[in-house]
Nanobody, 118 residues
Framework: QVQLVESGGGLVQPGGSLRLSCVAS???????????MGWYRQAPGKQREPVAA???????DYADSVKGRFTISRDNAKKTVYLQMASLKPEDTAVYYC?????????WGQGTQVTVSS
């Protein structure tokens, strides 16, 4: 059974930082190291959008809105993907999810809420 468990969200002031984690499990992730992974987010009233992606080889890509502020990384031994977020803005407020990238699965975890507000 596939499972993606996101954590690390919270309430932070503008300009602050957070580090999100996502642990993957299940047969599809049996060889986690060969799977591209990404972070996505969904703000209230908006569609889910890609934020950052990391390939099996460690190459990364970012949405223009987060370039220079967010950093995606992975620990294959722990089957975990991270998103280090800095210089957070109110418009970063959303539920953040991880999934395969490209081509996310239909299954989504519960996500982790990030709220940027003073």
């Amino acid at each position: 059974q596939v499972q993606l468990v996101e954590s690390g969200g919270g309430l932070v002031q503008p300009g602050g930082s957070l580090r999100l984690s996502c642990v993957a499990s299940g047969s599809i992730f049996s060889v986690f190291s060969v799977i591209g992974m990404g972070w996505y987010r969904q703000a209230p009233g908006k569609q889910r959008e890609p934020v950052a992606a990391i390939t099996s080889g460690g190459s990364t890509d970012y949405a223009d809105s987060v370039k220079g502020r967010f950093t995606i990384s992975r620990d294959n031994a722990k089957k975990t993907v991270y998103l280090q977020m800095a210089s957070l803005k109110p418009e970063d407020t959303a539920v953040y999810y991880c999934n395969k990238a490209p081509g996310p699965m239909n299954y989504w975890g519960q996500g982790t809420q990030v709220t940027v507000s003073s």
